[in-house]
Each structure stands twice: as structure tokens, then as C-alpha cells.
């Protein structure tokens, strides 16, 4: 097996009493969909937010190729690589697609010095934003106001922009909830194909897109990694059928 | 608004200006000299407040700082000081004390940073007002203007009104074309991505702290800069140029201008004295008509003065369609 980009061992967060993580451990490889399957108030959230540096962890270490990088702030493990998006829509509202995915863009070259120069003349950020526009399927949008685009076009801004920062390990927070089926089917379509060249961690309710994606599942209930493994293994779990899928499996369609 | 209407009406308002100092008296040539420096603040205030997000309530304390130094830094022996090295080193204090300031205020968020902006311009006000540094609270006396000659060569006597006046509208004009470069530029963008959205900002990857403490800096100096100015202007600083008042009243015109505008600044320091001027004519509690003028304007009229043309030709145009 190939070593793994992102590894986090013993990654445990506590909020007052509860535990809403405790122990997980979890690695991300190259040319892998990993997903993160768990009821609601599993602990799926945390546990992104604690490899995105928005949430310190109580215990546990994660590493982005070897380094430990348990103690870099999220700008920082954003610099090192790492993107997400939010289970609940994180944009700039106020400017258009573009802007939007152009301020992603910039990140990688900030030009801070560069302040007589006008932003649109650099055209290397402004074609990554345009390509990552593209790539997430809203690129005949791009000079609409943010806010005002539908909620499943918001949703897919939300992954553009994770794209336009080029970010090697991807975490997506339930990247299709309210998106339409076409979108959707769009959606799965682009995440088999950034899977070949990145890092991904899938958190999503909508199972059918899950077994379509992904290469590795792992359960997380109450904050506690249940089983980990190919998706057969899963789908086989007699602990995962009574913990989750069984009691959901008919709902799980419907889900939003 | 089109953009070549608004150019056009810019231009107007400058070439307004510049031929001000011909028709009106020294008096009132003084007065538009003053407020051309308030615009000053109220821009580089804006870039906090408009542009950035970061309400700050202690922007005078650059002003004063700034003014003070024009006083303090001038040789006490009646000869002038050089305009070319008195003016940078004024700014440049006022930029230091913003820089150290900033690393600590910018930790703050929200209704915090609104109390420790405060607190740090009223430490800063405490020490001139309380110690004999500056001349205590009575202040201290600018006794000469400084020159600008270069080499035996003197561009402009600063002892001449017209002369001065000319000196502020370049340096407000300069400040306007650099604030709005600045805004362009990927930093600028920076700075409105973090008005925006903080947070989201941090996680594409952006260290905002740094970002913040830049423009708070710059923010600092443009303040410095005015404050400079307006010591040379009235040729005489108080504590009364750091105090609270003086924030709270660079805020009234950036809100009178609407946030995030420059233009719109600049039209707020004009409406701000005019209405000032207008309001002590007629009575000794002219602040509280001001107040006023403030609750209609925040109620009647979002975004300011800089949102009234657009609103006035939007109507004009329904209008006509109706009509
Ligand atoms: N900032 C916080 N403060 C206190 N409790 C929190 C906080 N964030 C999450 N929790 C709690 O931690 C638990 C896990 O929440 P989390 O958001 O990680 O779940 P999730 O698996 O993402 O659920 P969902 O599917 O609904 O998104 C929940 O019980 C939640 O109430
Ligand atoms: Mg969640």
C-alpha cells in the first residue's frame, strides 16, 4: 500500500463532557476516496475540522507526509495542501463565482508586495479560477453574484474553490447535500476523476453516491470509529447494518 | 452609477476644487484646506472600517500622534524644519505606533476590537493631556511652518494660504489614487475577502493577522499624514486631536460617506463640517442636531452619500419609463 499523504492517530476531541471524537484514526492516500460514513452527530464535522486546522484537537496527531502538522493553524495546512469544503455553504456571497474562486486561486501566489498591480492582470490566477470553474461545472456562471446562485450551484462554488487552491488532500463535508440529481451525477462524475491524482475524504448521506466513489469506508457512531475497510466489507458488516445502514437504509435516499 | 458618469463627476469636483482658492477668501480657503485633510483620515479610516471590516474607534490617535511629532520633531529655535524630511518622519511615527498597536488590538474581534482601539488612542491621549511632553492639556504651539525648499530651491511657501491649499488637494488626490490602486491589487482584495468572510479567508489559505496588521499600518500613516497636516494647518496641537471625540468624529464621516467608499469618504468630510459649520451658527447644541442628521441618514439612507447618485438616477429612470 502506498504511504499514506494525510495520517491522524489517536485524534480524540472532547466538547465539555461529550466526546465527540475519541481515538480515531484514519489515513488518506493518493488515487484513494475515502469516506466517512456516520448518523448525524457522529462526529464527522469534528473530525474534518480537526485535519483542516479549524478545530484544535483535545489529543492525537496528524501528519501530512511524515510531518507532523497537529499544531499548524488552518491557513497554514491550507499552504501545506490540505482543502475543504463546508457541510454548511462557506462563500463569499457579496462577489461573483469568479472573484470567489479567483481569491482561492490567489492563495497560492499571494503577491502581497505587488499592491500597484491590478489582481485581474495576473492572468495565472485568474485562468486557475476559471479552469476551476469549469471543472465543477458552473463555468457559464462565473459573473453571477455568489449569493444569488441556487443552492446546488452554491454547493458546487463550494468545491470550485476548493479547487482553484489545488489542494492535494481534499476533505469534502457532505459536498452533495441539496444538490439536484443531474448536478449530483455530475458531481460523482468529477470526484472519480480527482481521485486519480489526490487525496480524498468523502463525508455524504446519500449512499448510493458513496459505494459509486468510493474505495474505502470507514463508520464513525458517537464519536467512535466502528469499522474501517473496502466497501464490501462494509456493505458485509453485520455491526455496521445494525449501528447505521439497516435502520436508514430506505431513508437514505431521501436524505438531505 | 456608469462609470464614465462618475469619472466625469469626479473630475468636476476636483477641477471644483482646484479653482476653489481662486474665488473664495483666505478665510474659506483655510476651511476647504481643513476638510480636504479630514478627507485624508476619513479615506484612511475607511480602509479599515469600509474595506477590511475592522471598526476601529481610536483612529485619532494616529492623527494626534502625528501632529504632535510635527511640533515636537521641528527645531525649538524658531528656524523652520524641512517639509521633505518633517512630513515622513511624522507619518512614519504614526505608523510605528499603529504597527505595535495592531499586533495587539488585531487578536481582538467584534465589539472587543471597538474597545481596545479606544483604549489604546485614550492611553495615547492620557500621556500628552497628563504629562508636559506636549504642553500638557493646553497644548503646544507649532511656531513655525516648515519649508519646503530643496537645495536653494523652494518649490512652494507653505506660509502662503493658496499655496497650502494646492499642497493638501495634491497630497488628498494622491492618497485617493493610491488607496484605490491599493484596493485593486491582490492585497486589496485580500483585505474585502476578509471583510467578507474571515474565516473562509484563513482557509484557502491566506494569514489574515498579517493582512489585517498591514492595512491597520497603512491605515496609520495616511492618519499620521492628515494629522501632520492639520498641525501645520492651525499651527497648534492638543490632546483634544486624540481624543475620542475626534475617532468618533472621522467614524461619523466615513458613515456619513458610506463604508467602503473612497469618493464617498471624501464627501463625508465635506458634509460632516459643512453641516458642522451650518449647525454652530444656529445654536451652541449643534451636536445634537448632528446626531440627527446621523440617525436619518443610517435609517434613510443606506450606504451613505456615495449610494445617492445611483438611487437619484435609478429614479429618474423609473420615472421616465413611467412617465
Ligand atoms: N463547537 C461545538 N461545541 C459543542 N458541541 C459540538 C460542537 N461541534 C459539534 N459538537 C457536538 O459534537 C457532536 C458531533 O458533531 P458533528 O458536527 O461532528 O457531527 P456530524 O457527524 O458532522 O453530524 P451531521 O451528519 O449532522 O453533520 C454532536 O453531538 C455535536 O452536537
Ligand atoms: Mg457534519
Redesign the interface.
Known sequence: MAEPVLEATGLTRHFGGLAANLDVHLSLETGVLHALLGPNGAGKSTCINML???LPPTRGTIRYRGRDITRL????R??VGIG?SYQRT??????TAL?NC???A???N???????????R?TD?LERARAALVEAGLGARENVIAGTLSHGEQRQLEIA?VLA?DAQVLLLDEPLAGMGSDESAQMVDLLKRLKQSRAILLVEHDMDAVFAVADRITVMVNGVVLESGPPEQIRASREVQEAYLGENAEEEGAHV | MSENLTRAFKLAALLALAAFPFYGTDFYTEVVAKILILAIFAMSLDLLVGFTGLVSFGHAAYFGLAAYMAVLLSPPDFTPASLWTLMPLAMLAAGLAAFVIGLFVLRTKGIYFIMVTLAFAQMAYFIFHDTKLGGGSDGIYLDVRPTAAIGGYTPFDLYDTVHLYFFVLVLMVLVYLFLSRLLRSPFGRVLVGIRSNEHRMQSLGYATFWYKLAAFTIAGTLAGLAGFLYAVLFGFVTPEYLSWHKSGQVLLMVILGGMGNLAGAIAGAFVFVGLQETFTDLTKHWQLLMGGVIVLVVLFMPGGLAALPGRILNRLRKEGRNG
Open positions: 483542516s486546522g479549524d493553524t488552518a491557513h497554514q491550507s499552504r475543504r462557506n462563500i463569499f456571497a457579496q462577489f472573484e479567483r481569491l482561492a490567489q492563495s497560492r499571494q503577491r502581497p508586495w505587488r499592491i500597484f498591480t491590478d489582481a485581474l495576473f490566477t474553490m487552491t
